[in-house]
């Protein structure tokens, strides 16, 4: 986390390091919306830690950890890691297809909002209501605005990728959502249908993958990811979980 004790005005009390390695790495956590996260630069990692813990901080490396609290990391010798590979056709196609599709956007140089300082980046799923949203009617004749689903940044892949990327995400959809996955999450039949017919009348192609909203990004070891929340986030609970994979040695 950059800047190590103060967040706004409050003070952190806890602090997690995750390092990524040079190879496939994925967490899991729940309740993000409440967890404020973001870069610490390696070079100034010492100090900042060893100042937080003369302020009564509780640091913890997840790299002899991995399970604290709702956190859960998985590394490359992990089966759920290593499952990737027979459940996407070709892993390493995937990431060199997605790897040249984002380079294409980080060489943009767009800079996105106070989170991002630079990166290749893009999302797809559900987002916020808009005006132009559809509405649904309930038992009691009340109209509920629907959420707004933007698939524009999935159908600007190749059919290769988007197939690849389909694969992925149902893969972590079996291990993590549903009765069966890793949190026995509960499971809600009407939502999943809405969710899954606004992607399908957005153009998505092939089964719904489960996830409502994907975000991907691509940033340099030198591009710093701001401390923030992700206060939108669902609170409910079974829909209060983020999962992230990371690779970092893409050349």
């Not at 901080?57 to 956190?71: A, G, P, Q």
């Not at 649904?136 to 999935?154: E, M, Q, Y």
């Not at 994907?214 to 669902?234: E, M, Q, V």
Request: charged letters at 25%.
């Amino acid at each position: 986390m950059v800047y190590g004790m103060q967040w706004g005005n409050e003070k952190v009390v806890h602090q997690i390091n995750l390092l990524i390695p040079q190879d496939h790495f994925v967490y899991i956590c729940q309740n993000f919306y409440e967890i404020p996260h973001g870069d610490e630069r390696i070079q100034d990692k010492t100090n900042l830690d060893s100042e937080l813990k003369c302020s009564g901080v509780n640091v913890v490396d997840v790299s002899t950890s991995t399970t604290l609290d709702s956190l859960r990391v998985y590394y490359s010798s992990s089966v759920l890691t290593m499952g990737i590979e027979r459940s996407v056709k070709d892993l390493n196609s995937m990431q060199n297809n997605l790897f040249d599709h984002l380079f294409d956007i980080y060489g943009e140089k767009k800079i996105n909002g106070t989170r991002d300082s630079t990166s290749g980046r893009l999302e797809f799923g559900i987002g916020q209501a808009q005006p132009s949203s559809k509405t649904c009617v309930d038992t009691s004749g009340r109209a509920h605005r629907l959420p707004h689903c933007n698939l524009k940044s999935f159908h600007a892949m190749n059919d290769a990728l988007q197939a690849e990327i389909r694969d992925l995400l149902l893969y972590f959809n079996r291990k993590f959502n549903g009765k069966r996955g890793l949190y026995n999450c509960g499971y809600d039949d009407l939502r999943t249908k809405f969710v899954s017919d606004l992607f399908s009348d957005e153009g998505w192609d092939g089964p719904f993958v489960g996830w409502e909203y994907i975000n991907i990004s691509l940033r340099s070891a030198d591009d710093t990811l701001h401390k923030h929340f992700d206060s939108k986030n669902d609170r409910r609970v079974g829909y209060n979980q983020v999962s992230s994979c990371y690779r970092d040695d893409v050349s």
